[in-house]
């Protein structure tokens, strides 16, 4: 017989292979993760068509792996959870495929969950709920948004990049270093020898007319940490030479401690825009919580600058557990609770979006 409470959730939106089994909304039961980062270093990057091969060949082995480590029976089960959207398409598209053919074998409801507003929900995992109304920064290496929200299911969506997500950015500055992929940890680890404030790059605040300034903007900053270590061209190898640093132009040619000075000053420059959106988003909402959530939200640099931002705003600031932070399926089977609750299911029709829906 099925547990109302427990809720199976599949996760395929992008390069992480996730299954979880979650009682209550809340309650982690297993949450099994088959990463992709491996397959993807030798790119710098996601590439769709690898991403989506291997969701197909690591999705029944994870599946089984949750299944095992929660203890929980199939006929226990009251829900098929899977993120829809947003993602790469292919990827998405074989979660989806798994989570219809289970729901249909276990004749169980099939719950969509949007994948931005799961990392928004995020911190509720083996944690207290969240006090609501809320503002939430999501960052990663696909998202940059903030949103306005009133409950787990609630969420409307006030800003966001018009460019770079923050985790494209980290791992494009860290392609300019030559120091790895995926670039949030790398730049994370560097940035604490360095000093963050060794070089000035620019930060973007989009103060539009009449506007209330909480979009994004990452790109200009990337092109400035590749001006500063590539060179402008006719520009860079003379300057260098007249500081005495020779003719050489790229990361290559930068010492250790300035390789941690640019980590850090664009690391800065990122979580002085992050905050600063996120200090005007709990002004307009009314927040009494501030959420950060998505892969980005793990950056030590960002959580330190959220805590004392949530003091001085006077916010009760909630972010996730580290492992929860990745694109995960327990994000997914617990808003889907909040989902099922209010009978808010989905048929066996259900597309994958690949953009975000407004």
């Known amino acids: 017989m099925a547990d109302a409470t427990i809720i199976l959730g599949i996760e395929t939106s992008c390069d992480e292979t996730s299954c979880a089994l979650v009682a209550e909304g809340r309650r982690v039961l297993s949450n099994v993760v088959a990463s992709q980062i491996d397959l993807h270093a030798r790119f710098g990057g996601v590439v769709p068509e690898v991403a989506s091969r291997a969701h197909i060949e690591a999705i029944n082995a994870v599946l089984d792996s949750a299944l095992k480590a929660s203890g929980v029976r199939p006929d226990q089960i009251a829900a098929v959870a899977v993120t829809n959207e947003p993602g790469l398409i292919g990827s998405l598209l074989v979660g989806l495929m798994a989570a219809k053919t289970l729901a249909w074998v276990w004749d169980v409801p099939l719950v969509g969950v949007n994948h931005v507003y799961a990392h928004a929900y995020s911190p509720a995992l083996d944690a207290e709920p969240i006090d609501y109304p809320a503002a939430a920064l999501i960052c990663s290496g696909g998202h940059t948004a903030l949103y306005?929200?009133?409950?787990?299911?609630?969420?409307?969506?006030?800003?966001?990049?018009?460019?770079?997500?923050a985790g494209e950015a980290f791992d494009k500055v860290a392609h300019i270093l030559q120091v790895g992929y995926p670039g949030g940890p790398v730049i994370d680890r560097l940035a604490t020898g360095g000093n963050p404030q060794a070089v000035a790059f620019p930060r973007s605040f989009l103060r539009g007319p009449g506007a209330p300034g909480l979009d994004f903007s990452f790109s200009g900053l990337k092109t400035a940490v590749l001006y500063h270590v590539n060179g402008t061209p006719g520009l860079k190898r003379q300057a260098r030479a007249v500081a005495g640093a020779g003719a050489g132009k790229g990361a290559a040619y930068l010492t250790k401690q300035e390789l941690a000075d640019v980590a850090a000053s664009f690391q800065a420059?990122?979580?002085?825009?992050?905050?600063?959106?996120?200090?005007?988003?709990?002004?307009?909402?009314?927040?009494?919580?501030?959420?950060?959530?998505?892969?980005?939200?793990?950056?030590?640099?960002?959580?330190?600058?959220?805590?004392?931002?949530?003091?001085?705003?006077?916010?009760?600031?909630?972010?996730?557990?580290?492992?929860?932070?990745?694109?995960?399926?327990?994000?997914?089977?617990?808003?889907?609770?909040?989902?099922?609750?209010?009978?808010?299911?989905?048929?066996?029709?259900?597309?994958a979006f690949a953009t975000v829906r407004r």
């Open 269 to 351: 420059a990122v979580v002085d825009v992050l905050i600063s959106k996120l200090r005007r988003a709990a002004k307009v909402t009314g927040a009494r919580t501030l959420i950060l959530g998505g892969g980005v939200s793990a950056n030590s640099a960002l959580r330190q600058a959220a805590g004392e931002l949530a003091e001085k705003c006077r916010c009760t600031l909630r972010m996730p557990q580290l492992c929860y932070c990745v694109d995960n399926a327990a994000q997914t089977a617990g808003l889907a609770w909040h989902y099922l609750r209010s009978g808010r299911t989905a048929d066996l029709d259900l597309e």
């Open 148 to 165: 306005r929200c009133t409950g787990p299911t609630e969420l409307e969506l006030i800003g966001t990049t018009i460019d770079d997500a």
